[in-house]
């Protein structure tokens, strides 16, 4: 299975977001996480999809938005618009998840949903068909600031997480977000996930090139 780095541009130096972008796609990365905070959701305000569809020209990126917004179906249409790729929205936050996913997929992206560390995934299975459900991005912190301490408990969620849906035959790549660091990478994927959520860490020092190779090193991709 591929693994997937994704930066999350939440620890970038948002006054030259393009230049640090630019750096990481030339280091190699493809996908670039962004995070996008209502105040209401999480205790923090980040961009919109102004930013995002000034930043889609400076590079041929994958953009995945993740979104902590009380309402995220008011957001769907403008993202699409932005040149957004993908969009994960957290099940706490939408009454009509099955609606909201459906309408992800109308506008031409891939549809996933987070788990909060609190969150059951159980219910998924309800809406992991009809080509609807393409991640689960299971939150390793509480959503809202990066350079939080990984939540242990997380291993096993992802692990329980990932048996579940082999066992039911579901086809969504585990996504994981949250304290990730070059000690416990190998831990998270170990258990199940593929697509690897990195802020502070990946900017550490403004060391970009650098932390993108030292990050591959370590899972030898
Ligand atoms: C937190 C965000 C994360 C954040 C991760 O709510 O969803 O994507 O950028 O940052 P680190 O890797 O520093 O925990
Ligand atoms: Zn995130």
Redo the contacts with the bound molecule.
């Keep these: 299975m591929k693994i997937v780095l994704s930066p999350?541009i939440?620890?970038a130096d948002f006054s030259c977001l393009a230049d640090d972008v630019q750096r990481l796609e030339k280091s190699g990365i493809e996908d670039i996480?962004l995070?996008i905070m209502d105040g209401h959701f999480?205790d923090n305000i980040t961009f919109g999809t102004g930013t995002i569809k000034s930043l889609r020209p400076h590079t041929k990126t994958n953009f995945d938005a993740?979104l902590?917004v009380t309402k995220p179906d008011a957001l769907l249409a403008g993202l699409a618009d932005a040149g957004v790729n993908s969009v994960t929205v957290h099940k706490e936050a939408c009454v009509h998840l099955y609606h909201t996913l459906e309408t992800i997929k109308k506008l031409g992206m891939d549809g996933g949903v987070v788990l909060n560390p609190a969150t059951d995934y159980e219910s998924l299975k309800y809406v992991a068909r009809d080509g609807l459900l393409k991640k689960v991005l299971v939150m390793s912190?509480e959503?809202?600031?990066?350079?939080?301490a990984y939540l242990p408990m997380s291993t096993k969620k992802i692990a329980d997480l990932a048996e579940w849906r082999d066992k039911n035959k579901f086809e969504f790549v585990i996504q994981v977000?949250?304290?990730?660091n070059i000690h416990n990478i190998k831990t998270v994927i170990e258990a199940g996930a593929t697509d690897i959520?990195?802020?502070?860490?990946m900017f550490k020092e403004r060391q970009i090139e650098d932390n993108v190779a030292t990050f591959r090193k370590a899972i030898e991709i």
């Design positions: 999350s939440l620890s996480h995070d999480v993740h902590m912190v959503p809202g600031f990066g350079g939080q977000d949250g304290g990730i959520v990195i802020g502070s860490a």
